[in-house]
C-alpha cells in the first residue's frame, strides 16, 4: 500500500516535470484571442481555427471578439484588470502604440517572418522612430464603391463612373428613373460619412500619401481647397441619398442595398462577404471617381488590423506560435479567402478566389494606395480629429454645415493642439 | 395612525409608542449598530469608496504613464479651456433640458395616471397598472433599439401609421435632426419611465383613508375638486420623492442615448449629456485614447451637481413641507 502510494507521488511528480518542461506538448493549452470582428465569428471557427489547430497540437484556439464600438473600452479596461485574452487584435496607430507603451503589448520583432512586411504595412504597429514593431500585421482594407448591377442594366448605365461628372451624371439618372435610391447612406451613425464618404473619396483631392504627409509636416491645412474639396463632393451627395437618410443607421444602409432597394453603395471591402451571402443581385465595385478625366487615382488602402501578445499572457511560447502562424503564407492565403475583402499585408501576391475582391485588389496595380488621413498622430490630441471629421463629414452630408465652415472646424481643432514638427 | 408618504425614503418618524419607552431604546441601543452594519459595510465597498476613489484620481495626470498631483486644474481645464468647456457646458444644458422635459411631462402624467387608476369604479385596473408600468422593467437596450425601429424612416411603422392616416408629410427623421433627437430620446425615455411616478403615487393615493374622502364628500368636495384640494396636498410629499428621483436618474442617464446615438451622441453632438460626455472621456473613442482623469473630473462635477440637487430640496423644500397625520 505504501509503496503503491509512492509510486503514484513519484508519478505525479515526473509528470508535473514534463509538465514544466513542455507546456506545449503535454496538456494543451487555450490562447484566448480579442478581437473586435465580430462578424467574422464564424469564419474563424469553421476555417482559421482548424487550420491552425491541424498543424498545432497542443494548442487551441479561443476566438472571443467584442462589438466593434465597444473594443478599445472593453480592451483597455481588461488589459488594466488583467482578464484580457492572451492574443490581442491591435487597432491601427495610437490606440496600439498606447498599449505598447504601458507595457501590455510585447515586441513582435522576434517573431519569425516579420521581414514578409514591408515598412508601410508595418507603419500601423511600429513605435515613431521606427525601431520596433508589436504587433503582426494581418490586412488592410480598401475603400471604393460597390454598385447593384441590374440597377445600372435597368437604367442604362452601361460602365460604372470613372469621374466625378460620370459620377453625378449617373446618380442623376438613376434618380429620374425612381426605381431605386442611388445612394445608401445615412448620417446618424456619423462614422459612415466619415470613412465611407470623406476618406473614400478624399484621397482624389489631397492625392494620397503626398496630401496627408503634407499635412503631418504641417506644409498644408485642412482648409486648403484639396481637402475642402471632398465635402463638397459629399454635400452633393445629400440630394441622392435615400429619404429620412439623417435618420438611417449603418445596418439600414446595408439591408437598403443588399434588399436590392439602391444602386450604389459607398463603402469598403470589408463588405464584400457579407453582401455576397445576402445579395440576390450581380454586384461589381468601382474605384472613387477621379476629378477630372486621367487624373491619377488613388485608394484609401488603410491597415487595419494585426495581432499582437499580451505581456501578461500566461502562454507565451504558445502566442509567439500563434503570431509566427499569422505571418506566414499558409495563414495569408486561408484569411484573404475566407474573408475576401481583407488583403493580406504580406509582400507577394496572394491569390484571391473572390471576383469582387480581386477587383478591389487589382485597384492597387493601377492607383496609389494611401492610408486613411486622420489616423497616423494627428488624432492624439484634443479635440480628436478622428471624432471631429466623423462630426463634420455628418454635419456637411445632413446640410447644417457648408463645407468651408467644416473645414475651418477641423483645421481649428487641429491648430488647439498640433504643431507640427518642422 | 397612517403615514401618507409609506414609500418615502425621507425622515425616521418615531411612532408614538417607541417614544413612550424611550428608556427602554436606550438600553438597545446597540440594535442599531448591528442592524446598520451590513447595509453600511456593502455600501462602504461598493460605493463610497469607489466615489473617494473617483474624487481623488480627478485630482491627478498621467504624464508619460506616471501620475502626476495636478490639484484642480483639471477642473480648471474642464470649465475654462474651449477644447472641453463647449462640450461641458453643451452637455450640461442638455442634461437641464432633458431633466426639465421630464419633470414637464413624465411626472404630470404619472400624476394623472395614478389618479385615474385610483377612481374606484375603475373597470380593468389591474390591467392599466401593469401595461402603463411594463415598459420600466424592458432593458434600456430593447426599448432604445424597439424605438429605432419604430422611428426608422426606412422600416419604421411611425411613417407607415402617419402615412396611412395621409400625414406621410408631417414625418421627419427626428432621431437624426439637431433640433428633434434631444426631445425624441426625452420622449422615449418618459415613456420608459413613466411607471414609476405612477407606482409611487398610485400607492399614496391609496394609502390616504376614506374617512377623509368621505368627510370631503360630506361637505360637497367631489370630483375633480377634491383631488386638487383633499388628494394633491396630501401626496405632495410622494411628488417631491419622484421629482428627486427623476433629478438622480436623469443627470445619472447614459444608456438609452448610448444605444440610440452612440457614444459621439450626435447629430452633431445635439443629444450629448453628462453621461455620454464621462463615457467618450473616461473610456476613449475609436482613435480617441481615454483619459481616466479628465473622466474623473467630469464624473465628480456631475456627483457634485447631484449632491447640490438633492441637498436643495432636502433643505429647501423637503423640510418646510407640511405633512399631515391621521
Known amino acids: 500500500m505504501a509503496f503503491s502510494t509512492r509510486l503514484v507521488a513519484l508519478a505525479s511528480v515526473s509528470a508535473c516535470a514534463l509538465l514544466a518542461a513542455a507546456p506545449a506538448v503535454a496538456a494543451d493549452v487555450t490562447l484566448t ?30 476566438f472571443q471578439p467584442t462589438a466593434p464600438k465597444e473594443y478599445n473600452a472593453a480592451l483597455n479596461s481588461k488589459l488594466d484588470a488583467g482578464t484580457a485574452g492572451d492574443v490581442i487584435a491591435c487597432r491601427p496607430f495610437d490606440a496600439s502604440l498606447e498599449l505598447f507603451k504601458k507595457g501590455q503589448l510585447t515586441s513582435a520583432n522576434d517573431i519569425p517572418g516579420m521581414d514578409r512586411f514591408s515598412a508601410v504595412a508595418k507603419a500601423g504597429w511600429t513605435t515613431d522612430d521606427a525601431k520596433t514593431t508589436y504587433c503582426v500585421p494581418v490586412a488592410a482594407v480598401l475603400g471604393g464603391f460597390i454598385y447593384n448591377k441590374d440597377a445600372f442594366d435597368k437604367v442604362g448605365i452601361k460602365a460604372p463612373p470613372k469621374t466625378v461628372d ?257 | 395612525m397612517a403615514q401618507v408618504e409609506k414609500l418615502a425614503a425621507d425622515l425616521p418618524l418615531l411612532p408614538a409608542a417607541m417614544v413612550g419607552a424611550e428608556a427602554l431604546a436606550r438600553a438597545r441601543r446597540w440594535h442599531i ?50 477644447r472641453w468647456s463647449g462640450h461641458f457646458w453643451s452637455a450640461l444644458g442638455n442634461n437641464l433640458y432633458f431633466f426639465a422635459f421630464h419633470m414637464l411631462l413624465q411626472n404630470p402624467i404619472g400624476v394623472a395616471l395614478a389618479a385615474l387608476l385610483s377612481v374606484p369604479r375603475l373597470r380593468g385596473q389591474a390591467f392599466y397598472r401593469t401595461v402603463f408600468f411594463l415598459p420600466t422593467m424592458l432593458s434600456f437596450v430593447i426599448v432604445g433599439f424597439s424605438w429605432k425601429v419604430i422611428l426608422s424612416p426606412l422600416w419604421g411603422v411611425a411613417p407607415t401609421l402617419l402615412g396611412a392616416i395621409g400625414l406621410k408629410s408631417w414625418f421627419h427623421p427626428w432621431l437624426g435632426q439637431e433640433a428633434t433627437a434631444l ?47 383633499i388628494k394633491l396636498p396630501l401626496i405632495l410629499p410622494t411628488i417631491g420623492i419622484c421629482s428627486i428621483l427623476t433629478f438622480v436618474g436623469n443627470f445619472n442617464a447614459f444608456d438609452l442615448i448610448y444605444t440610440v446615438q452612440g457614444a459621439l451622441a450626435g447629430p452633431n453632438f445635439s443629444t450629448d449629456i453628462l453621461g455620454t460626455f464621462l463615457f467618450r472621456t473616461f473610456f476613449g473613442n475609436q482613435l480617441q485614447l481615454g483619459d481616466p482623469n479628465m473622466g474623473a473630473a467630469i464624473a465628480t462635477m456631475m456627483f457634485l451637481i447631484i449632491l447640490l440637487g438633492v441637498s436643495l430640496y432636502l433643505f429647501g423644500i423637503q423640510r418646510r413641507m407640511r405633512r399631515y397625520q391621521f
Request: proline share 8%; hydrophobic share 45%.
Open chain 1, 33 to 62: 484571442i480579442e478581437s473586435w470582428r465580430n462578424d467574422d465569428l464564424p469564419i474563424w471557427q469553421e476555417k482559421i481555427i482548424p487550420a491552425f489547430e491541424k498543424g498545432h497540437p497542443g494548442i487551441k484556439l479561443n
Open chain 1, 166 to 422: 460620370e459620377f453625378f451624371a449617373d446618380l442623376e439618372k438613376i434618380k429620374a428613373d425612381g426605381t431605386y435610391v442611388p445612394l445608401a447612406m445615412g448620417t446618424i451613425d456619423q462614422w459612415e460619412a466619415a470613412t465611407m464618404g470623406y476618406q473614400n473619396i478624399g484621397p482624389n483631392y489631397w492625392h494620397g500619401e503626398d496630401g496627408r504627409k503634407a499635412l503631418i509636416e504641417g506644409r498644408q491645412k485642412l482648409t486648403d481647397p484639396q481637402w475642402v474639396a471632398p465635402f463638397q463632393q459629399l454635400a452633393r451627395w445629400a440630394p441622392y441619398l435615400g429619404d429620412g437618410y439623417k435618420a438611417q443607421a449603418y445596418p439600414d444602409s446595408q439591408n437598403l442595398f443588399t434588399l436590392g432597394r439602391a444602386a450604389i453603395y459607398p463603402t469598403g471591402s470589408w463588405e464584400i462577404a457579407p453582401f455576397a451571402a445576402q445579395a440576390q443581385f450581380k454586384m461589381g465595385v468601382f474605384p472613387p471617381p477621379v476629378p477630372k478625366a486621367g487624373d491619377p487615382c488613388y485608394i484609401s488602402d488603410h491597415v487595419d488590423i494585426a495581432f499582437g501578445m499580451n505581456a501578461k499572457t500566461k502562454q507565451p511560447a504558445a502566442a509567439k506560435t500563434f503570431l509566427a502562424w499569422t505571418a506566414s503564407p499558409e495563414f495569408a492565403q486561408i484569411y484573404s479567402n475566407a474573408l475576401p475583402g481583407f488583403f493580406s499585408l504580406q509582400s507577394g501576391v496572394i491569390e484571391q478566389t473572390n471576383p469582387l475582391a480581386k477587383e478591389f485588389a487589382s485597384w492597387r496595380e493601377t492607383c496609389k494606395s494611401t492610408i486613411r488621413s486622420t489616423y497616423q498622430i494627428l488624432s492624439r490630441g484634443t479635440p480628436n480629429l478622428e471624432n471631429e471629421t466623423w462630426v463634420e463629414a455628418a454635419n456637411v452630408m445632413n446640410g447644417t454645415e457648408t463645407p468651408e465652415q467644416a473645414a475651418q472646424k477641423l483645421q481649428k481643432g487641429l491648430d488647439s493642439w498640433f504643431k507640427p514638427a518642422k
Open chain 2, 33 to 82: 449598530l448591528v442592524f446598520l452594519a451590513p447595509a453600511l459595510l456593502v455600501y462602504t465597498v461598493i460605493m463610497i469608496l469607489p466615489l473617494i476613489d473617483t474624487l481623488r484620481l480627478a485630482l491627478f495626470r498621467r504624464v508619460d504613464g506616471v501620475p502626476m498631483f495636478v490639484g484642480l486644474d483639471n477642473f480648471n481645464i474642464l470649465f475654462f479651456d474651449p
Open chain 2, 183 to 229: 426631445t425624441t430620446l426625452a420622449l422615449i425615455s418618459v415613456w420608459q419611465y413613466v411607471g414609476i411616478p405612477m407606482m409611487l403615487i398610485y400607492a399614496a393615493l391609496l394609502g390616504i383613508p376614506a374617512e377623509v374622502t368621505e368627510a370631503a364628500e360630506l361637505d360637497g368636495v367631489t370630483g375633480l375638486a377634491q383631488f386638487w384640494k
